[in-house]
């Protein structure tokens, strides 16, 4: 059985699906990081060069070859919710986790680990909140479980995903 991890940048899918691999023994697989292999660009610069639409189809494409895969942590994209194939490839073999946050402590934990440079600039908040606004029911509709990470150490999500897929598996 798969586990993907979904949720906005900030909420923790690096952190936990690199501890839940090696909690669990899975293969750790990062949807950005096959598109950058796929594509010799990073997600950022596939966007900027080719557009939002054609990284959603790269992404798709991944995604549907990737979930042929067992026994591996997802940690998908952030918009990756925005495609419904992408969701029921997820789901073929394996559960998708929804990692949420409050919005004030993904800007806190983004400006602390300075993970993108577009996520600086003072207009990222309200950008990032119309998008969460735009991706919530859609992550909530596609998962089998949701996690609020806000006051949660990584180690804790890791607990809990581990306990749900126990349950899953009786």
Not at 24 to 50: H, M, N, W
Request: some cysteine; glycine content about 6%.
């Amino acid at each position: 059985m798969n586990i993907s991890l979904m949720g906005f940048g900030g909420t923790g899918k690096t952190a936990v699906s690199r501890l839940l691999a090696r909690t669990l023994g899975k293969k750790l697989v990062s949807t950005d990081e096959e598109i950058a292999k796929k594509t010799k660009l990073s997600v950022d610069r596939l966007v900027k060069r080719y557009g939002w639409d054609k990284a959603l189809e790269i992404e798709s494409d991944v995604i549907d070859e990737l979930s042929s895969l067992d026994e591996c942590i997802f940690d998908t994209g952030s918009v990756a919710v925005l495609r419904n194939e992408n969701i029921i490839n997820l789901k073929r073999n394996g559960l998708i986790v929804f990692l949420t946050c409050d919005p004030k402590v993904i800007e806190m934990r983004i400006r602390k680990g300075q993970e993108k440079a577009d996520f600086m600039k003072k207009n990222y908040i309200d950008k990032m909140k119309g998008i969460l606004d735009e991706c919530q029911d859609k992550y909530k509709r596609a998962s089998d479980y949701t996690i609020d990470t806000s006051g949660l150490s990584p180690e804790e999500v890791c607990d809990l995903i581990a306990h749900y897929v126990q349950m899953e598996l009786h």
